[in-house]
C-alpha cells in the first residue's frame, strides 16, 4: 500500500500550508514513502479527492492508504497527540 496525499499547491491559507507541511515532515522523519496529488493542477483532482473523501467541501490536505482513506489534517493530529501516528496511516 501507498500513502497518498492530496495537497494544494497554491493556498491562500496559511493553516492549509501549514497543515500539510506537518504531515509531510512527519512522513519524512519516519522516512515513509508517499505519494502527492496536487489539487490545484487540474479541477479532476480535487473532485476526485471530495468524492473519495465523500465531502463536497473537503479541502487539503486529505490522506489516503491505497483505497483507505485516513483522515484529514485534524485526525493527523489527533493521532499524533495519542501518539498513534501509525495507526492513522493504517500501517
Request: glycine share 6%; hydrophobic share 35%.
Amino acid at each position: 500500500m501507498s500513502i497518498t496525499i492530496y495537497f494544494s499547491s497554491v493556498s491562500g491559507s496559511r493553516e492549509v500550508k501549514k497543515q500539510q507541511t506537518e504531515i509531510f515532515q512527519f512522513l519524512d522523519s519516519k522516512q515513509i514513502k508517499y505519494f502527492v496529488k496536487d489539487i490545484t493542477v487540474s479541477p479532476d483532482l480535487k473532485k476526485e479527492m471530495r468524492d473519495k473523501v465523500g465531502n463536497p467541501e473537503a479541502l487539503p490536505p486529505q490522506v489516503f492508504n491505497g483505497n483507505k482513506y485516513c483522515g484529514d489534517y485534524q485526525a493527523f493530529f489527533n493521532a499524533v497527540e495519542d501518539g498513534k501516528p501509525e495507526t492513522f496511516f493504517k500501517l
